[in-house]
């Protein structure tokens, strides 16, 4: 199973990682809101960004998580940006970085946002 997002990885891998020489892991949560989460097909949910980044703060590896700003649209901007927020705040990374999204007509996301 490839590296996606540190929940795969426990304990003594992380560490050894870490003693590796591997000092940051950068992952792109997106958001920590579950059906925004599930609308973009990100195939993890909160609990598991949540699990995973604490996975890697805990073996001393620096953090650094990204967010999308405005990927909940209209229809979810609160429930993204407060959920995000949680979220953000259980795993405590080292870093937070914010991408700027750009829909293109006639997608669904397009029309979610």
């Not at 020489?21 to 973009?40: K, V």
């Not at 995973?52 to 901007?77: D, H, K, M």
């Not at 993204?80 to 259980?90: F, K, L, Q």
């Not at 080292?94 to 029309?111: A, M």
């Amino acid at each position: 199973m490839p590296f996606q997002d540190g929940r795969q990885k426990i304990g003594d891998e992380l560490k050894q990682l870490h003693d590796a020489g591997l000092s940051r892991i950068h992952i792109g949560m997106e958001s920590g809101y579950d059906p925004l989460l599930a609308f973009i097909h990100k195939g993890v949910k909160a609990a598991e960004h949540i699990k995973g980044g604490r996975n890697v703060v805990e073996a001393g590896i620096s953090l650094s998580e990204y967010v999308i700003p405005g990927l909940g649209g209209a229809l979810w901007t609160q429930e993204h940006a407060r959920e995000t927020a949680r979220v953000i705040n259980e795993i405590n990374p080292d870093f937070i970085r914010l991408r700027t999204l750009h829909t293109v007509p006639g997608t669904d996301l397009h029309e979610k946002c």
